[in-house]
């Protein structure tokens, strides 16, 4: 198991499949935390098998409105980007725009369904989806938003500082 910080989650990598590299067998997830209540639902679709759960107590998991309008944009941009991306960097740039939104995805910030549906729109625009296909555009994206979700995006003020900065 491995505990990220205070409000941060559990990754629990035996739960989807994850090999584990150690010696002896790996031990079932306590159930005393699970009994405890604190534990969160798994982040479905993490086709890694990283088992990411959340332990965040939902008041603390909302997302603000300038987290949510941060999201929304930082989705817009990458639209942008990966619209506007020549051929022979497309497939990397949907991985890198994915991991910077999973980052976000995991703090309850947008949606990952939301996220899916324009980067793949996006594709479709710059053919990347009639070259690669539905199946290996969907696999890099979840691969991005998977491993993305594994370092959460850092905590953001809700306004601008004193100075306007």
């Known amino acids: ?8 989650f559990v990754i629990w990598w035996p739960q989807r499949g994850c090999r584990v590299l150690c010696e002896g067998p790996v031990a079932d997830f306590p159930s005393w935390l ?5 534990m969160g639902s798994t982040i479905e679709g993490a086709g890694n098998g990283a088992g990411i759960v959340e332990p965040i107590p939902s008041e603390v998991a ?7 309008n941060y999201a929304r ?3 817009a941009n990458a639209c942008f980007e990966l ?14 725009l994915a991991w910077n939104m999973g980052r976000m995805i995991v703090r309850n910030w947008i949606g990952r369904q939301r996220v899916e549906d324009y980067l793949l729109a996006c ?14 555009c969907q696999a890099t994206l979840a691969s991005g ?5 594994l370092r959460p995006y850092h905590d953001i003020g809700s306004e601008r ?5």
């Open 83 to 96: 619209r506007n991306c020549p051929q022979g960097s497309r497939n990397s740039k949907l991985n890198v």
């Open 62 to 68: 909302r997302a603000t409105a300038y987290e949510i």
């Open 34 to 38: 699970w009994a405890r209540g604190e």
């Open 161 to 165: 500082s004193e100075d306007g900065s």
């Open 1 to 8: 198991m491995d505990l990220k910080g205070d409000g941060g």
């Open 123 to 136: 594709c479709e625009a710059n053919g990347l989806l009639a070259d690669d296909g539905l199946v290996q």
């Open 73 to 75: 944009r930082a989705l």
């Open 145 to 149: 938003i998977n491993a993305g979700a």
